[in-house]
């Protein structure tokens, strides 16, 4: 059943999603990937959400994609037609993607064990990454004559720059979640045991804060990327315009003159 391929859990606010499927370290399938997006969907629609914690069942997070899988498994039968992976990028982790990055509440990604290949770029397509420190990444696609996807193309240099984004795509090694958290691939690197509680104190802090606002953040710095100066200046006022006039903004300037905790609603 395709329900049983993410656990779902939800404590609060915080809504968190497995993959399960341990005894492949969680890599893609059509049906896993069919599992992820229908729970993120759920996740998206559900007002009572407000912070998302994407993680991995068993010893690992993602091995990326499961080449056994018959919709990427090469037919070595002479004269067989190639297998066309663009069409699989297009119709399934392009959207997986362009999901992560507009959710309307923040996504935590919890990484341990390893995240390989698509796997590896579905952390980082998430808002925040915290690995435990036996946790590695690895941009594994030129092993096997690819590119990187999932997004890695556009995420690797606009986090560590595009000398370091190029060596981990050509090279593929193995990166300890320690030195992805130093070349800031990744926002923290803790121990082992401290994983779970970190992110879930992470979760629920993201969750009572004002999502209208932290959604917002993540897109003006991406957007930005691509502007100068002016413009990134124009679309700051553009969002301060249309926060200033949120119910959010009102409660937070209360709240600090009254010296009390801020009940946010908006998102």
């Known amino acids: 059943m395709n329900e049983d391929l ?61 080449l056994s899988d018959p919709m990427v498994a090469p037919d070595f039968t002479p004269g067989a037609a190639p297998k066309d992976l663009g069409q699989v990028i297009e119709s399934l982790y392009a959207p997986l993607v362009m999901r992560l990055r507009s959710m309307p509440v923040p996504v935590i990604a919890e990484v341990h064990g390893v995240a390989a290949g698509a796997g590896a770029n579905l952390a980082l397509a998430c808002d925040l990454v915290v690995a435990s420190r036996s946790a590695s990444f690895i941009q594994a696609f030129a092993k096997i004559g690819l590119v990187p996807d999932t997004g890695g193309t556009w995420l690797l240099p606009r986090l560590v720059g595009p000398a370091r984004a190029l060596g981990l795509a050509m090279l593929g090694d193995k990166l300890p979640a320690a030195e992805a958290a130093q070349m800031g691939l990744i926002w923290k690197c803790v121990e082992d045991d401290a994983l779970s509680l970190t992110v879930e104190e992470l979760a629920q802090r993201l969750a009572a804060m004002p999502s209208r606002a932290l959604v917002a953040t993540r897109q003006a710095l991406a957007d930005a990327q691509q502007m100068d100066l002016p413009a990134a200046l124009a679309r700051e006022a553009a969002l301060q315009r249309e926060l200033g006039a949120a119910a959010d903004y009102r409660e937070g300037v209360d709240a600090f003159r009254a010296k009390r905790l801020p009940r946010f609603t908006d998102r």
């Open 6 to 66: 993410v656990l779902i859990a939800q404590s609060g606010a915080v809504r968190t999603l497995r993959l399960n499927r341990p005894d492949a370290l969680n890599s893609f399938t059509s049906q896993l990937h069919a599992a992820l997006m229908a729970a993120l969907e759920a996740a998206a629609a559900d007002p009572d959400v407000r912070c998302v914690v994407l993680g991995g069942s068993g010893r690992a997070f993602c091995a990326g994609q499961d």
